[in-house]
């Protein structure tokens, strides 16, 4: 419900605070005194266009306010709140704040967050409903008049197991996007990671081979060299004629002679000896190095061929060995998946399949459903126009069912029709050029799905355009009763649709220091005889009739209370 709104520097409005409560509050006034000005300021609020010439002349900024009690709105707000980053409403209360200046600055608000213009649009579609030479018409939206036909017919349930559906296949259809790829790019990537599996697998890696067959191979190279220096260290030790083995059996003699002599020099007899056994485990270590060193071309070969396979493997797959059998790891794992993609292709598909066949057979009885609600929304429509004024006018619903088309709401193309005289095609509400009319369809539309309209806010303008009499007491009395169910607001020139008012605001035009503006004013019991009497000509016999206006509404309201 809209129970604050504010405006500054808008148009002929200088500063202007207004609030309203629930039921039906009407709005009249004289012909140019700023009535419009309301509604545009509304308008401004819910998102529309700001037009910097409707600025106050004199004033560098304008700026409209709205505070919404929102304790009984049924969209979920509070999420949508924070998926933008705005403030949670406080108290259950909402408020909305746009202003634009002269020099294009143009600012938008929710609960003092800054936000965007299509974040406030959306909002406003939520929060109110404008009817009339206006844009804010939702009724006139072929998904919204879907939506109203389910409402009626309580076909809400079958509705959202149809969207569910509708997801799931959606849901289906990105995984199996995931998994199709151009199929020439499939078989590179299958050949490439059969390859890049096998010749890992087959290389059968050992952490830190590398190393080891890299000081193998070196061995294996110089063995040639090897066993030419062994064995010329052997040959210098103990084979050849002045070899060390045989000097030092010389010094040997001697030492035994010394001994003999002088037995204090036994210490250097033991020295010799412990050297002389030292030299021959020598001996015999490089008569077994030099068995070792034998040249083996063969085996050189393997060293080689292993040690440049392993290069080519980190080259390709990692610097390290380690990370060349992650690589494997992975490689494998992918392959799996890719050698898996036929059979994985096989059951998306056939769940995609299956539920495509659920979403047609859901959205025909779906469509069934509506067309047998159909005849009876049109009939009760076409009574609330007859009481409207429209008695010969014709109110229809296309409806076109599009297998090929079918979406989380169904597959049916519907539109509401009306031909407001006899003889005339209906056609298409968006296409009816008579805001009058037009209005005075939402009307009926709106009586007759009050109970299901979401929408907490109607505003209904121009709806007594080029009626009168007996038509204009209905008019007045259909929006008391959708008034039971939203709050209305409604500009009005006829007497006996603005005596319906719960709450009646008389707007006029005044000059103050040179300025005119408009001002808004809400009317006690003695003010609003005297306003309807105005409306019906003024005279004593227009104050009777508005007397008696406010008398019968008075009686109609207990009647039905």
């Known amino acids: 419900m809209l129970h604050t709104l504010r405006i500054r520097n808008l148009a002929l409005v200088a500063e202007l605070t207004l609030d309203f409560g629930p039921g039906l509050s009407v709005l009249t006034g004289e012909t140019g005194a700023g009535k419009s000005v309301i509604l545009g300021a509304l308008n401004l609020v819910l998102g529309q266009r700001a037009d910097r010439g409707a600025i106050r002349a004199g004033a560098d900024q304008c700026t409209v306010e709205a505070a919404f009690d929102i304790s009984r709105l049924r969209p979920p707000l509070s999420a949508f709140l924070e998926e933008n980053g705005l403030e949670p409403c406080a108290d259950g209360q909402l408020v909305l704040k746009r202003?634009?200046?002269?020099?294009?600055?143009?600012?938008?608000?929710?609960?003092?967050?800054?936000?965007?213009?299509?974040?406030?649009?959306?909002?406003?579609?939520?929060?109110?409903?404008?009817?009339?030479?206006?844009?804010?018409?939702?009724?006139?939206?072929?998904?919204?008049?879907?939506?109203?036909?389910?409402?009626?017919?309580?076909?809400?349930?079958?509705?959202?197991?149809?969207?569910?559906?509708?997801?799931?296949?959606?849901?289906?259809?990105?995984?199996?996007?995931?998994?199709?790829?151009?199929?020439?790019?499939?078989?590179?990537?299958?050949?490439?990671?059969?390859?890049?599996?096998?010749?890992?697998?087959?290389?059968?890696?050992?952490?830190?081979?590398?190393?080891?067959?890299?000081?193998?191979?070196?061995?294996?190279?110089?063995?040639?060299?090897?066993?030419?220096?062994?064995?010329?260290?052997?040959?210098?030790?103990?084979?050849?004629?002045?070899?060390?083995?045989?000097?030092?059996?010389?010094?040997?003699?001697a030492l035994q002679e010394l001994v003999r002599l002088d037995p204090t020099a036994q210490d250097l007899a033991d020295g010799l000896d412990q050297s002389v056994s030292l030299l021959r485990d020598v001996q015999h270590g490089l008569v077994s190095y030099g068995e070792r060193a034998e040249v083996d071309p063969g085996r050189l070969a393997e060293l080689e061929q292993r040690l440049d396979l392993l290069q080519s493997l980190k080259r390709k797959y990692g610097p390290t060995l380690d990370e060349v059998q992650a690589f494997g790891v992975t490689a494998r794992e992918?392959?799996?998946?890719?050698?898996?993609?036929?059979?994985?292709?096989?059951?998306?598909?056939?769940l995609r399949e299956r539920l495509?066949?659920?979403?047609?057979?859901?959205?025909?009885?779906?469509?069934?459903?509506?067309?047998?609600?159909?005849?009876?929304?049109?009939?009760?429509?076409?009574?609330?126009?007859?009481?409207?004024?429209?008695?010969?006018?014709?109110?229809?619903?296309?409806?076109?069912?599009?297998?090929?088309?079918?979406?989380?709401?169904?597959?049916?193309?519907?539109?509401?029709?009306?031909?407001?005289?006899?003889?005339?095609?209906?056609?298409?509400?968006?296409?009816?050029?008579?805001?009058?009319?037009?209005?005075?369809?939402?009307?009926?539309?709106?009586?007759?799905?009050?109970?299901?309209?979401e929408v907490p806010v109607l505003v209904f303008d121009e709806v007594d355009a080029n009626i009168g009499g007996e038509t204009a007491h209905a008019v007045g009395e259909k929006m008391r009763q959708i008034a039971r169910q939203h709050q209305v607001l409604c500009i009005t020139h006829l007497a006996p649709v603005a005596a319906h008012g719960d709450a009646?605001?008389?707007?006029?035009?005044?000059?103050?220091?040179?300025?005119?503006?408009?001002?808004?004013?809400?009317?006690?019991?003695?003010?609003?005889?005297?306003?309807?009497?105005?409306?019906?000509?003024?005279?004593?016999?227009?104050?009777?009739?508005?007397?008696?206006?406010?008398?019968?509404?008075?009686?109609?309201?207990?009647?039905?209370?």
Do not use: C
């Open 99 to 253: 202003s634009f200046s002269s020099a294009g600055a143009n600012r938008q608000f929710v609960n003092g967050s800054p936000t965007t213009l299509a974040a406030l649009t959306t909002l406003g579609a939520w929060l109110v409903d404008l009817h009339g030479p206006h844009e804010h018409q939702s009724l006139l939206q072929p998904h919204r008049q879907l939506a109203i036909l389910d409402a009626f017919g309580n076909l809400e349930a079958a509705r959202q197991s149809l969207a569910e559906l509708v997801r799931q296949r959606n849901a289906a259809e990105a995984e199996l996007a995931a998994l199709v790829i151009d199929e020439r790019t499939y078989a590179q990537q299958l050949d490439l990671t059969r390859h890049q599996v096998r010749e890992i697998t087959d290389a059968r890696l050992q952490s830190g081979e590398d190393a080891t067959v890299a000081a193998e191979h070196h061995r294996a190279h110089h063995a040639a060299r090897r066993l030419e220096l062994s064995l010329g260290a052997l040959d210098a030790l103990s084979e050849s004629e002045d070899a060390a083995t045989t000097r030092l059996a010389v010094v040997g003699r």
């Open 356 to 453: 495509q066949r659920e979403i047609l057979t859901a959205a025909r009885k779906l469509s069934q459903s509506r067309q047998a609600v159909i005849p009876r929304l049109v009939k009760a429509v076409q009574l609330e126009l007859s009481a409207l004024g429209f008695r010969q006018s014709e109110f229809a619903i296309s409806v076109t069912f599009n297998p090929d088309g079918i979406q989380s709401s169904g597959g049916d193309v519907l539109e509401f029709q009306f031909a407001p005289n006899p003889g005339e095609p209906a056609r298409p509400l968006r296409a009816i050029a008579s805001s009058g009319e037009l209005a005075r369809v939402m009307l009926a539309l709106k009586t007759v799905l009050a109970a299901e309209d």
């Open 334 to 350: 992918k392959l799996a998946a890719l050698e898996g993609r036929s059979v994985e292709l096989t059951r998306i598909n056939t």
């Open 504 to 561: 009646h605001f008389v707007v006029t035009k005044d000059v103050a220091a040179g300025r005119t503006e408009s001002q808004v004013t809400q009317l006690k019991a003695g003010g609003r005889v005297d306003e309807l009497a105005r409306m019906l000509g003024g005279g004593p016999a227009a104050r009777r009739h508005a007397e008696e206006l406010l008398n019968q509404r008075k009686k109609t309201k207990t009647a039905t209370s």
